[in-house]
């Protein structure tokens, strides 16, 4: 079992490369959020006409960020040995994985698709930031949580579909599973370097323990999810709370 002597959390490890990193993807995601904005406000409300246009420039989108995608990963692997070229390929890649997804993602599933890009997003580019400021204990917790709230988001609006309904009751129950293994790893101390041996697993068990709690009430009844999402929701703003002032 992993222990705790001194009961103090492990701060991560920050340097400027991993801050300028972290800022620039916040600025990355901004201008992606931008981008969905637009394919909401011309696609999936624009007028005839815009949806028509809009649905050929997400094909020509999709395949320039396939074609990103592969420039990407070729060009980190032959800059593998130089830090900074092997970062430009990556951040190649990456977008040109995002566009190429995200334009599969929003023509098959259209207005859904684009709500729930939009949510998680903003999460993942908040993460990205408390992954680079926070220690590894607050990092680890609230990502559990903000996960726990999109799995949430997911189960409120397709749990009453029956179509849907099995595969999110599988994806749920897949979900539950891995937080327990994640509550048992941490237990062994096998997360790290994620998650050091001597950080405080509290956070963590708390956070997989409440997401678990969540995540069996709205499979029991969809009407509790939208309490529970804001019950979570206040427990993810009262965390970030507490470890930014805990750093000050």
């Not at 709500?115 to 990092?139: G, H, K, N, Q």
């Amino acid at each position: 079992m992993a222990k705790n002597p001194n009961g103090k959390s492990t701060p991560a490890k920050r340097n400027s490369d991993s801050l300028n990193g972290a800022m620039i993807f916040f600025l990355i995601g901004c201008v992606a959020e931008f981008y969905l904005f637009m394919i909401r406000r011309y696609y999936v409300d624009g007028t005839i006409s815009e949806v028509v246009a809009w649905d050929a420039y997400l094909k020509n989108i999709t395949i320039a960020g396939a074609v990103a995608l592969i420039v990407g990963a070729v060009l980190a692997y032959l800059w593998r040995k130089q830090k900074t070229k092997m970062a430009v390929g990556c951040w190649i890649g990456g977008i040109g994985a995002f566009l190429a997804l995200s334009g599969v993602f929003i023509r098959h599933y259209i207005g859904a698709g684009v709500t729930l890009l939009s949510v998680v997003l903003p999460v993942v580019m908040i993460l990205a930031l408390l992954w680079s400021f926070y220690d590894r204990e607050c990092s680890v917790s609230l990502t559990i949580l903000s996960l726990s709230l999109i799995v949430l988001w997911v189960c409120r609006r397709k749990l009453p579909d029956l179509t849907w309904h099995t595969y999110i009751m599988a994806g749920a129950v897949v979900y539950l599973v891995l937080l327990a293994g994640v509550a048992w790893l941490a237990k062994n101390g096998k997360l790290a370097p994620i998650l050091p041996k001597t950080a405080d697993m509290l956070p963590v068990y708390a956070a997989c323990g409440l997401s678990a709690i969540g995540i069996l009430s709205v499979l029991i009844s969809t009407t509790a999810a939208y309490y529970v999402m804001w019950g979570l929701a206040v427990v993810v703003f009262a965390l970030a709370v507490y470890y930014t002032i805990k750093m000050l």
